[in-house]
C-alpha cells in the first residue's frame, strides 16, 4: 500500500475515535441534502439558468474535482445565498482577489450568528467539509428568511395487491438454470436436438416447486406490510439490474447477420455501382482536361522558359563576379586600413619633433649648460694655477734644503 493510503487510513481511523466511523463522510450527506434545499429556493431557476453557473451534482463541494472552477461556484453560490437571506453583496468575479472575497463573506456568515472556528484558507480550496458547513448554515438562513418550511409527508393509502413474489423468485431461479444448461454445451454440440425446450422446463420447474408450497386455487396473502416491503425495495433497488450478454459462439446469428448484409449489399450494389462509374468518367475526363492544358501551357511557355533559364545562367555569373569584387574590396580595404595607421603614427612623430623644434626650452638649457661649464673650467684654472704655485715653492725649498745639505757635508 501507497503513503497516502496509509494516512487516508489514519485518518478515518483518528475521525472514527473522535466522533464514529461515519463522521469522515458527513459532508457528503450534508452535501446532498444542500442539494434538495437549493432546490427549494428555486436554485434551477434563478442562480443556474438566470446567472448561467453551472449545475451542482450531489458530490460536487464534498470531493476534489477542479480547486480553481470549485472556488468560484462557492463564492457565488454563498454570495447568492446571503443576497436571499436579505443582505445585499455583490457577485464575485472570476478574477477578484480570494483573500478579499473570502473576508467579505466570513463578514456576513458572523453577522447571521453563524459560529466559524477554522481558517479561511480552507475555504480556498473550493471543497471539503468548511465549504459544505458555510453552504450548509447559509441555506437554512435563508430558507427561515424566506419561509421556507418542510410539511410532513403525507401517506397514500395502497389498495392490496396479490403478491406473485413466489412466481418472480421461479422466474428467476428458471433464468439461473437455462444459463446454467446454455453453460454446458460447447459449440460442437449445439444442433436441432440438443436445443433446450425453455417452455417444458418451465411447466416441470413449476410444477415441481408449486406443489409443495401452494395450492393451484389458492392465493398467496403476505403478513408484511407495505412500509417494510418499500424499504426492503428501496434497499436492493440498486442491485435489481439485469444485464443480457450476448453468447459469440451463436453461429446461427452470425449466418443470419451475414446472409442480412449480403442481401443489403446486393440490393445497394447496383446503385452504387453506377454512381462510381459516372464519378469514375468524370475523374478521368477532368484528369484528361487537366493533361491536356498542362501541355498546352509548356507548349506556350517554353520559349519564357528557355530566356529565364539564360537568364538565371548570367545572373549566375554576375553573382560569382560580384562575389569575387567583394573580396577584393575587402582586401583592398584591409591594405588602407594598415596605411592609415602607419600615416597616422608618421603624423604623430612629425607633431611631436615639429613641437621640439619650435620650443626654445631646450636651447636654453643648452646655453645655461655652456655657461657653467665656462664657470667650471674658471674654476678649474685657478686650482691648477694654485696647485702649480705649490709645487713651485715646494722645488725651491728642496733645492735649497739640498744645497744647504751639500754646503754643510763639504
Given at each position: 500500500?501507497?503513503?497516502t ?62 480547486p480553481?472552477?470549485?472556488f ?18 455583490e ?17 456576513c ?28 448554515r ?100 440498486p ?75 548570367e ?24 596605411i ?31 655657461t ?39
Open positions: 500500500m501507497s503513503e493510503a496509509f494516512q487516508s487510513q489514519d485518518n478515518v481511523s483518528n475521525e472514527a475515535e473522535i466522533g464514529g466511523p461515519g463522521r469522515a463522510f458527513a459532508h457528503f450527506t450534508a452535501m446532498e441534502d444542500l442539494l434538495d434545499k437549493l432546490k427549494v429556493l428555486n436554485y434551477d431557476t434563478e442562480f443556474v439558468k438566470n446567472m448561467k453557473m453551472k449545475p451542482l451534482n450531489r458530490y460536487y463541494f464534498a470531493i476534489q474535482t477542479n480553481g472552477e470549485q468560484y461556484l462557492f463564492t457565488s453560490l454563498a454570495v447568492w445565498l446571503i443576497n436571499k437571506c436579505g443582505k445585499a453583496l457577485q464575485p468575479q472570476e478574477y477578484d482577489d480570494p483573500n478579499s472575497t473570502i473576508s467579505s463573506i466570513l463578514d456568515v458572523r453577522a447571521f450568528n453563524i459560529e466559524v472556528d477554522f481558517s479561511p484558507n480552507k475555504l480556498k480550496q473550493g471543497f471539503g467539509e468548511n465549504v459544505v458547513y458555510v453552504l450548509s447559509l441555506v437554512d438562513r435563508a430558507m427561515d428568511h424566506n419561509n421556507v418550511k418542510w410539511l410532513r409527508p403525507e401517506r397514500i393509502q395502497e389498495a392490496e395487491v396479490e403478491e406473485t413474489e413466489v412466481e418472480d423468485e421461479g422466474e428467476l431461479l428458471l433464468e439461473k438454470v437455462e444459463e446454467e444448461m446454455a453453460a454446458v454445451y460447447s459449440d460442437d454440440e449445439e444442433d436441432d436436438e440438443n436445443i433446450l425446450n425453455i417452455d417444458n422446463l418451465k411447466n416441470s420447474y413449476n410444477q415441481r416447486t408449486f406443489k409443495e408450497i401452494q395450492k393451484p386455487e389458492e392465493v398467496l396473502e403476505s403478513k408484511i406490510s407495505n412500509e417494510v416491503w418499500q424499504v426492503e425495495l428501496e434497499r436492493v433497488l442491485q435489481l439490474k439485469v444485464t443480457i450478454k450476448t453468447d459469440t459462439r451463436d453461429w446461427r446469428n452470425h449466418l443470419e447477420q451475414l446472409s442480412k448484409h449480403k442481401s443489403e449489399i446486393e440490393e445497394n450494389l447496383p446503385t452504387t455501382k453506377s454512381q462510381l462509374d459516372r464519378l469514375y468518367d468524370e475523374i478521368s475526363n477532368t484528369v484528361e482536361k487537366i493533361s491536356t492544358r498542362e501541355k498546352h501551357l509548356n507548349a506556350n511557355l517554353e520559349p519564357y522558359l528557355k530566356q529565364y533559364r539564360a537568364k538565371q545562367e545572373m549566375s555569373g554576375i553573382l560569382e563576379h560580384h562575389k569575387s569584387f567583394n573580396t577584393k574590396i575587402a582586401e583592398k580595404s584591409k591594405k588602407l586600413l594598415e592609415t595607421e602607419k600615416l597616422e603614427n608618421v603624423k604623430k612623430e612629425i607633431e611631436e619633433r615639429g613641437s621640439s623644434m619650435t620650443d626654445g626650452t631646450p636651447l636654453i638649457n643648452i646655453k645655461k649648460a655652456i657653467r661649464i665656462r664657470n667650471e673650467n674658471k674654476e678649474l684654472d685657478v686650482r691648477i694655477g694654485v696647485l702649480e704655485n705649490e709645487i713651485l715653492q715646494r722645488k725651491f725649498h728642496d733645492k735649497t734644503r739640498l744645497h744647504s745639505d751639500i754646503a754643510a757635508s763639504v
